[in-house]
């Protein structure tokens, strides 16, 4: 069996973006390449790079089918307008996932690449993340006993049922599934998402993953990615205007709240430091946008940064919500909402130890807006360890930004 | 579903012993009882009578079918003999379960009892055990979620894994399922014995489950119970023979010896007590007997007893086997093997804690032969809290045994 059987299974934020970027720069020529950034696992020690190549060539051969159009076409926006244009969906309809390069890399590593216009090379992101952690998982599970292989999927059961009797003593802690990407396999962020459904009606908000919405008639969730700004910013590096990287971040903003309004306003603020965005946000931004989301660096000192900005424009926090999407775990979700209760809204996209807790190491692994109609990307984030782009174009975005380097910079392992 | 599908359903010693009551006390006029010795729990507060009813009456209808006679024909002896002769199996071929009384009890447990001539009473005793635990069991899942009953067995597969972790780092220890009686449901006792035969082949010699012995290819395992020395012991409970408990005792381990030989010769100890069995058991029959089994009474203090009495009959007791089956969990297990190992040789016959650890409370229930031919039965067993009869009886017995009570006798919870 195939790892990806539909196009659809990836998170929903690559409709919500690809539309977009469809719709304003479906010409742009980028170049998405994969990394792993965990530190002392060479992949290709686990993944095969022959199955890797069948299971990315299965995914390429896949089309929409016209249930999962029409499913698209029913997902409505906070206005009950609908979410997709006829435009877009007939773009669907005829859309077909990119070529890929893939060769050994030196470090052990696979060389995994998607040059194509825009909207094609993105849809690739969630989907090759999935194959190479599910290749990945395949290699942990290879050599173990039928029994051996129930008692990991036993573990998975009773730590999701930790989870799930912890959660239930705290009310106020809602949350969705964002673990597409660094799944253990298909089945399990299924069991999973299909059990939270179940135990935590009232706290469990939905899935990013648009197959399972469809599938378990759950709300399909997500924000937006730090492609947007990274993309845009590098198209317009070209010299010409000084402020490239907030003309950048602006046309996010703007074109986001043009085409979803409301309902998915919440923005991602850490693509170039979030002291910079919130500096660069407009009071009107700041009023009308829902919340932002947290994506690196430490979580509180987040809220407390929020806070305080919502403050300083004379906006109530408490109106506001954060999404923190950032390495979570049970316990660092309770001291998230202990920290922000009162305060201001927190929820919480859930993934690598949501979909992917049955007992191994797990992976951190990406892929990543390379470039841009020629022109690199950048992406600095509130954690440097999570910097991407090469050390000099680092050091220009650091310095239009002012982007301020932590005496002690928290590293991720 | 009904919980007893099949007669062979049943501890593979109901047959071995039933072949020799058969043989020689077809018409002895017995009375078999249930007894729930779980502290603090009533068990009509859990289980329905109606159930109960249902269940039994459903075990009542059934009768052995042809590949269940055939199985059994095919057992051989150690001496390649057939196991069951051609009469014994013809017996069962017409055999039905006769007969139970079943009232509410005013201790809130059902008042449950199997009158009828001795081989056909005898096959209620693991029937009616399996059936009470599993109804005890659906009470406790019933409320459950689905998910919260996957759970359950999720931690049952868990703590299996456990313990076949250990187990592989002591080579030494074989042991048996002797679950049955007091397994959560079949099959969890099924997924056990499947686990345990596929992981730890070295280690697990069978189970004493003739239906799952027959479905898995494994062996049938057993030794003997209690009702043979206590029932023989009650028929000759008539003032003749003032040695009657010994008299009782030795045509046990005659009448056994001579059906079935080296190959079953494991010897139950503690009916009356062990030290009052040793010292009435023969040179010659210490020298033939492969071995005991140990079920009552601190285990080290018991393999200390049995490796002096062999030292003191001159035979080596490293030439001798223990089967321990009391109340065995996997610590008990190793600490019994690291005193053992070197001395005697040691098995086990692993019952509650291995077909019934998902983390709930366990019972425990014996179905315990009361009366034979009018007269009533005593234990005595190396712990007085396991003992049987009435308060006079139990005097009378321990005086012609001259059983020492302990000063700090140890008591079952």
Known sequence: MPIIKRLTDVDMYKFTMEQIIWKNWSGVKTKFGFRNRTKGVRLLDYVDIGRLREELDHAQSLRFTQPEIDYLSTIKKADDRKMFSPGYLDFLKGFQLPEYNLEKGSDGNPVLEFEADWPYASHWETIALSIVNELYSESLLNGLSKFERERVWAEMITKLADKIKILKQYADIIFSDFGTRRRFMMEAQRYVVMTMAEELKEQFLGTSNVMMAMEFGLVPMGTSAHELPMILAA????????????????????SWWKEYGYGLSIALSDTFGTSWFFRNMTDEQARNWKGTRHDSGYPLVYANK???????RGIDPKEKLIVFSDGLDIQTIIAIANYCRGRIKHSYGWGTNLTNDLGFRTLSLVVKALMANGHSTVKLSDNLAKALGSPEDIERYMRACRYRRKTKQYLRS
């Open 235 to 254: 198209m317009l590096d070209d010299g010409t205007d000084e402020d490239w990287v907030n003309t950048a971040q602006q046309l996010v903003l703007d």
């Open 306 to 312: 929020a806070i305080k900005f919502y403050e300083r």
